[in-house]
């Protein structure tokens, strides 16, 4: 739901699909482009090239900070794919694909999801869209 409560406009999209987020920003999108909101205007991102060696210290699986209702711990895995991080949610089946902007910052590019990446002891940190942090696992 997104909501403008000074102008008296709201969406609502509902999907039932494990997959719907994708959908979700295409329709939100296009709701936004036809109604002029302002959500869908494009964000002009600069992209680098790291080295697949710095990438290598991102690999592995990571845990959310906090229990997940129904599921317990919430496990992500990131992979290295023609260069990129990749970040598999077996949760939802959802994949992203993050292209560096910085050394510790990411986007997908197709959600506009945002990921920094910090090194806490050593140990990287995931944090997503400033909101989910997730704690890479040691062996």
Known sequence: ??????????VIIM????NGGKLIGEILRSVSNYYNWGISKPKVVEVIDLP???LKGFVGTYKLNFQVSAIGDYLIEITIVE?????YDPNNGETNTLTA??????ID???????????????????????FTFYKEQK
């Open 52 to 54: 697949v060696e710095y």
């Open 83 to 87: 260069n990129q991080l990749q970040v």
């Open 15 to 18: 999907t039932n699909a494990d």
């Open 101 to 106: 902007t910085e050394d510790f910052k990411y």
């Open 109 to 131: 590019l197709i959600t506009g999801d945002e990921v920094t990446v910090k090194l806490e002891n050593n140990i990287p940190t995931v944090l997503f869209n400033n909101q």
């Open 1 to 10: 739901m997104v909501a403008f409560a000074n102008k008296g406009n709201a």
